[in-house]
Structures are given as C-alpha cells and as structure tokens.
C-alpha cells in the first residue's frame, strides 16, 4: 500500500488537477442541463465528464509507469500511461459520438429556445475560467519538460511548438483542455446567438462541432499512444545522443545505438567503436563516462553501452536525413 501511495505522489500532477476541474464542471454542467435542456451544454457535460474520467485514468497509468524494474519485467513499467491512454480514448470516442448523434437529433428536430440561458451562460463562464486555467498550467508544465523558461501570456502559443518534447500525459491534458476551453466558448456563443436571432438549430450544430473536435484528440492521441505502445524511436535525441557520444575522443565509431521512447522515459542502448589497443580497464572508464554523460539527458532513465573492435571505417554518417552533427535546440 505504501509503495502505490508513493507512486501515486509522482503521478502527472496536470493531469490530476485536470481530472478535478472536469468532474466539477461535468456536475454542473449536468444540473444547467437538466434545468436549461439545452443541448449545447449536454455536448460539455458529456465532454467534462469524459475529459475527468479520461484524465484520472491517465494520472493512474503515469504513476504506474514509474514503477522499478522487476525481473519479470526488466525494462521498467513505462510504456502502461501509453496503454493507459489508449483506454481512456475509447471512452471519450464513445463520449464523442453521443454528443454528435445528439446534436444532429437536435439540428434537424430544434426544440425552440432553450430555459434558463443566464444560468447556461454563468456556468459556460465558470468552464472557461477553470479549464483555460488548467491549459495555462498545462502550457507551463510542457516548457518545464522541454527545458524552457515560463513565457508568460505567450505560453499556451509557445507550448505547441514544444508539443512533441512533452511527456504523454502533459500532451493529453493540453490538447483536451485546449478543445474543452474553445468548446465552452462555441457553446457560449451558440446560446447568444440562438436568443437573438431565433436559429435555435445552431445549438445541434455546435454540438456536432465539439462532438468532431473531441474525435480529433481520440485520433491524436490514440496514433501518438500506439506508436509509444510499440516503441518508438526518439529520433530527435538520438542525433544529439550520437553527437555525443562521437565526442569523446576514445570512440572511433558507433555500429548500433537506439533511443526507445519508454512511456515517459527514454532508454539508450548503444554499440561503439574502441581502438582494440585499449585495455578493458580504461574501457571500463570510458563506459562509465559516456554513461553519465547520457544519463544527465532530459528524459533519459537507462543506457546499456558495450564495445567492439575498430574496424578502421566511419560508417555512423548520418541519422536519418539529419548530420550527426545537428544538435537539440537550446
């Protein structure tokens, strides 16, 4: 009980904090429903209460996957918040399409001008406060991983250009709070529009659009999470991992080296070129060396290193389509 407490402690605290905010938000959201009957925000209830599930999940699988390596499973536990996540999409695609399927029932069949549209409009308000708060947090959090400083109004703008570096629990919070913030203004606006003008079919038809911008994320998230599944290749450190390694004047080539996302963390196990005129001593040095060097890389959490004979040829040129001397943006 004690070591799931302390697993818990570590788990993605963006994530958590998300989940929090969308329960509540899905609750009230649900009682302005009830009282307004007004299909716009059964697309937010329905989105709040599937982000909150989805989120909790997720804080789960991110404390889990930080678990230590057993026997049984050597290479760590980190790959369950991507399984994790694969779960939590299924719920939100079903989520998704409930709100698509309502809001086209209420498209072709409105039902006229919905109740209680102050009531309505307070509580779109309130989700637009707390979840654009949660996407601001969320924002800081990916500088934070990517190794960036806070940028203030800009972070939200700059935080997709670091989207990619960000852990796989971060992302999700972002990306979901990042659709649930613009589906509580598209809700917003929807009920203004319907009272003024009398088109209460725009009501069934934001819900169509925030139904579709849910399906977005399962789609992102679902191909992100699968390719993690699997085991993906970080091909952005392994260029900076190789300029590294090619550093160091005792290594005169690498045959193999592989950078395998792991959940949140990144494993490097790498096969060098040594002059054979080394003793294994000295080699022992200069394993321990490249070791910490990329171990204090961001993300990194394992490296396994071991050597073989120069063959007097540099075949290690290029990765991928980039030179190995290409670095990791600073």
């Known amino acids: 009980m004690a070591e799931i407490l302390k697993l818990l402690k570590d788990g993605n605290k963006p994530s958590l904090l998300a989940a929090g ?16 009957g007004n299909v716009a925000m059964f697309a937010e209830m329905m989105h709040s209460l599937g982000d909150a599930a989805n989120q909790f999940f997720v804080y789960i699988g991110s404390a889990l996957s930080k678990k230590a390596p057993t026997k049984q499973f050597p290479s760590g536990f980190g790959r369950i918040v991507n399984l994790v996540c694969l779960f939590a999409v299924i719920i939100v695609a079903i989520l998704s399409y ?6 086209w029932h209420h498209f072709i069949h409105p039902t006229g001008e919905s109740k209680g549209m102050l009531i309505a409009l307070g509580v779109l308000f309130i989700g ?8 601001a947090k969320a924002g800081v959090e990916i500088l934070h991983e990517a190794g960036q400083e806070k940028a203030g109004i800009s ?6 250009a670091y989207l ?5 629990a971060t992302k999700l919070v972002f990306m979901e709070d990042l659709v649930a913030t613009g589906g509580n203004v598209l809700a917003f606006g929807a009920i203004l529009i319907a009272h003024f003008t009398g088109w209460a079919n725009i009501e069934g038809l934001v819900s169509m659009i925030i139904g579709c911008m849910m399906f977005y994320v399962v789609a992102k998230v679902f191909l992100d999470n699968a390719r993690g599944v699997i085991g993906e290749t970080d091909e952005e450190m392994l260029n900076h991992i190789a300029h590294l390694v090619l550093d160091d004047p005792n290594i005169k080539d690498i045959v193999r080296l592989e950078v395998i996302k792991e959940g949140e963390f990144l494993h490097v196990e790498l096969v060098a070129e040594a002059d054979a005129n080394l003793s294994l001593a000295f080699l022992d040095d200069v394993r321990d060396h490249l070791t910490e060097v990329i171990l204090s890389q961001k993300g990194v959490s394992k490296v396994a290193i071991l050597f073989d004979e120069d063959d007097g040829k ?5 990765i991928g389509n980039r030179p190995i001397n ?3 943006e600073q």
């Open 21 to 36: 905010v969308n329960a509540f938000l899905g609750l009230i959201k649900g009682i302005a429903f009830f009282f307004t």
């Open 98 to 103: 409930e709100t698509v399927k309502e809001g």
């Open 128 to 135: 637009i406060i707390l979840e654009g708060t949660v996407l």
């Open 155 to 160: 972070t939200i703008p700059k935080a997709f």
């Open 164 to 168: 990619n570096r960000a852990k796989p």
């Open 314 to 318: 540099l075949e290690w040129k290029h």
């Open 326 to 328: 290409s670095t990791l």
